[in-house]
């Protein structure tokens, strides 16, 4: 499986944006890129994914580089309740790859003060 | 949006008995099933991957005999913790994929053996 590398935290200021980046320079060209977030004490949720254009939906926006072989999460204006671990991952369409199943790396913490 | 639902969402135990987890899909047929586990501060790590009406495929290291799988139906499957020890006091989730590929975390069941 194609790897992802993201910091491992990061801090944000209430209402300002936050970029979380994720790199992953061996993606394949049929990785699709996810992201999930995972609360405190809580399963992972989705967040957004995208394979080559940048993508937005009511969370967040997905920022993708020409290349593919990084992208950027971006969340318009932290909320308290953002704070989470943020999960960039590679998945390969889901019939080829044994159902599609996530491998999780260590993801970036996102604090965010008020 | 989808539901999927993990029962217990805590349990305590003695060492030595034997704990079931439960995760259903609530609202949709959840043709494969995966089973992660999560010690505090650390990442999700995949278990073992289940599909309705066939046997678990188990990942490296995970023992299938420790670790029992059924996924009986399209909105079932167990975890089956057997002859339950301190060090395998985690967090554990499930996910349901359905029949388009979508993913869906349960909120998780935290286990504590005494």
């Known amino acids: 499986d194609a790897k992802t590398t993201q910091p491992n935290s990061m801090e944000s200021n209430e209402e300002e944006p936050v970029h979380l980046p994720c790199n992953h320079s061996?993606?394949?060209?049929?990785?699709?890129i996810h992201w999930y977030r995972q609360l405190p004490s809580q399963g992972p949720e989705y967040v957004i994914h995208?394979?080559?254009s940048n993508v937005n939906n009511r969370m967040a926006s997905l920022a993708i580089a020409e290349d593919r072989k990084s992208s950027t999460l971006i969340l318009h204006r932290a909320t308290l309740r953002d704070a989470a671990v943020y999960y960039c991952i590679l998945r390969d369409p889901w019939f080829r790859n044994q159902g599609g199943k996530l491998i999780f790396g260590q993801g970036t913490e996102l604090s965010v003060k008020p | 949006g989808a539901v999927v639902s993990q029962h217990p969402s805590r349990v305590i135990c003695k060492s030595g008995t034997s704990v079931k987890i439960e995760c259903r899909s609530l609202?949709?047929?959840?043709?494969?099933m995966f089973w992660y586990r999560q010690f505090p501060k650390q990442s999700l790590m995949l278990m073992a991957t289940s599909n309705e009406g066939s046997k678990a495929t188990y990942e490296q290291g995970v023992e299938k005999d420790k670790f029992l799988i059924n996924h009986a139906s399209l909105t079932l499957s167990t975890l089956t913790v057997t002859s339950a020890h301190p060090e395998d006091s985690s967090f554990y989730i499930c996910?349901?994929?359905?029949?388009?590929?979508?993913?869906?975390f349960g909120e998780g069941s935290r286990l504590t053996v005494l």
């Open positions: 996910s349901a994929r359905d029949r388009t590929g979508e993913l869906f």
């Open positions: 061996t993606i394949s060209g049929t990785d699709y």
């Open positions: 609202d949709f047929q959840a043709t494969t």
């Open positions: 995208g394979l080559t």
